[in-house]
C-alpha cells in the first residue's frame, strides 16, 4: 500500500478497533439503596430488572454499612425471579474484595422457591415484577456509593 491508501486502512483500522471496543464496554449500571440495617447496605442495579420471557435477573448488592472509603469489599447477587408465579432463586454470588476486585463467584443452580412477601427478597420481586423502583440518590457504581460515603 501506498501514501493515501496506507493511511485510509490506519483511519478505519482504527476507527474498526475503536468502535469495538466502545460496543464490548461493560453495560450501565444505577445502584440504588432499598434498604439497610446496622451493619449491611442494601443496593440493587435497576438497569438489571427488566423481564425478558417472564424472568427478570436481578442485581442486589450487600455493602458493608461503615468502614474506610479504601475498603471497597462487598458482595453482588443475581437473583433470577420469575414474575408468573412470584418464584426466585439465585443465580450467583461474587464476592469482591477489599480493592473491589472480584475474588470469588460462587455459580449456583438453587431450585425455583417462593419469594418471601417482606424483607430484601420481597422488594426484590417488587422492582422486578410490580414496576416499582426505590427512591433514594443513584449511583453509577458500587465504588462510587462507598466512596460517597455509604450513603451515609
Same mark, same amino acid.
Not at 466502545?22 to 451493619?39: G, L, P, Q
Not at 470469588?104 to 417488587?126: H, M, N, Q
Given at each position: 500500500?501506498? =501514501?493515501? +491508501?496506507?493511511?485510509? /486502512? *490506519?483511519?478505519?483500522?482504527?476507527? $474498526?478497533? !475503536? #468502535?469495538?471496543?466502545?460496543?464490548?464496554?461493560?453495560?450501565?449500571?444505577?445502584?440504588?439503596?432499598?434498604?439497610?440495617?446496622?451493619?449491611?447496605?442494601?443496593?440493587?442495579?435497576?438497569?438489571?430488572?427488566?423481564?425478558?420471557? =417472564?424472568? +427478570?435477573?436481578?442485581? /442486589? *448488592?450487600?455493602?458493608?454499612?461503615? $468502614?474506610? !472509603? #479504601?475498603?471497597?469489599?462487598?458482595?453482588?447477587?443475581?437473583?433470577?425471579?420469575?414474575?408468573?408465579?412470584?418464584?426466585?432463586?439465585?443465580?450467583?454470588?461474587?464476592?469482591?474484595?477489599?480493592?473491589?476486585?472480584?475474588?470469588?463467584?460462587? +455459580?449456583?443452580?438453587?431450585?425455583?422457591?417462593?419469594?418471601?412477601? $417482606?424483607?430484601?427478597?420481597?422488594?426484590?420481586?417488587?422492582?422486578?415484577?410490580?414496576?416499582?423502583?426505590?427512591?433514594?440518590?443513584?449511583?453509577?457504581?458500587?465504588?462510587?456509593?462507598?466512596?460517597?460515603?455509604?450513603?451515609?
Amino acid at each position: 500500500m501506498r =501514501g493515501i +491508501a496506507k493511511l485510509t /486502512f *490506519a483511519t478505519l483500522t482504527v476507527v $474498526g478497533v !475503536a #468502535a469495538l471496543t466502545a460496543a464490548t464496554t461493560a453495560a450501565a449500571e444505577t445502584w440504588t439503596r432499598f434498604s439497610a440495617s446496622d451493619r449491611t447496605v442494601y443496593l440493587i442495579d435497576q438497569d438489571t430488572l427488566t423481564p425478558v420471557d =417472564g424472568v +427478570a435477573t436481578a442485581r /442486589f *448488592a450487600r455493602v458493608p454499612a461503615h $468502614g474506610d !472509603a #479504601a475498603d471497597q469489599s462487598h458482595e453482588v447477587e443475581e437473583l433470577a425471579v420469575r414474575c408468573s408465579d412470584g418464584q426466585s432463586r439465585t443465580v450467583a454470588t461474587i464476592v469482591h474484595g477489599p480493592d473491589g476486585a472480584e475474588a470469588e463467584r460462587i +455459580a449456583e443452580d438453587a431450585p425455583w422457591d417462593a419469594t418471601p412477601s $417482606g424483607g430484601v427478597y420481597g422488594a426484590l420481586k417488587s422492582f422486578a415484577c410490580d414496576d416499582m423502583r426505590p427512591q433514594g440518590a443513584p449511583w453509577p457504581t458500587i465504588a462510587a456509593f462507598i466512596a460517597g460515603g455509604r450513603g451515609g
